[in-house]
């Protein structure tokens, strides 16, 4: 009986059964990727936190696609190109949403060149159309 070819996963596809990125504790399908997959079908992250958690996971996978498509239009770059960092996890600190106004505090670790680093952000979102859209985020004063 000859052997079934296997082939290679793409850098941004994961199992069934791999956790998810953003470290909720769900699996990747159950979690970020229906929000990935489900970009070109109209489903959209339902909250701030949810979207925040996805555009870390697509950092993590190379989702460049999806990184804009999610950045709100008035403040997203034109390109984007990803840094070679090794994403290594990530804290959700505290997250809010008021009518069409959201924000959250996360801290995500990676490492550079062999160097860990730490980023430290306070990210602020915005819903149109019932869609979240990141808008940007401030580095607060070092903790």
């Known amino acids: ?29 159950e979690c970020c990727g229906l ?11 339902p909250t701030p936190e949810a979207l925040m958690r996805s555009r870390y996971s ?3 996978l190379g989702l460049i ?16 190109e990803l840094s070679p960092l090794k ?4 804290e959700v600190r505290h997250a809010e949403q008021s009518g069409d106004a ?3 505090e996360f801290v995500a670790r990676c490492r550079e060149n062999g160097r860990a680093q730490r980023m430290h952000e306070i990210s602020r979102f915005v819903r149109e159309d019932g869609r979240w859209y990141y808008i940007d985020g401030q580095m607060p004063e070092q903790d």
């Open 65 to 80: 696609d999806y990184l804009l498509a999610t950045w709100h239009p008035a403040t997203a770059p034109g390109e984007l």
């Open 102 to 104: 959201g924000v959250v």
């Open 1 to 29: 009986m000859a052997a079934l070819p296997i082939t290679p996963r793409p850098k941004n596809q994961l199992a069934a059964h791999t956790p998810c990125p953003c470290g909720s504790g769900q699996t990747y399908v």
């Open 35 to 45: 929000w990935h997959a489900g970009l070109s079908e109209g489903r959209h992250a």
């Open 87 to 90: 994403w290594l996890g990530l």
């Open 58 to 60: 697509a950092y993590v």
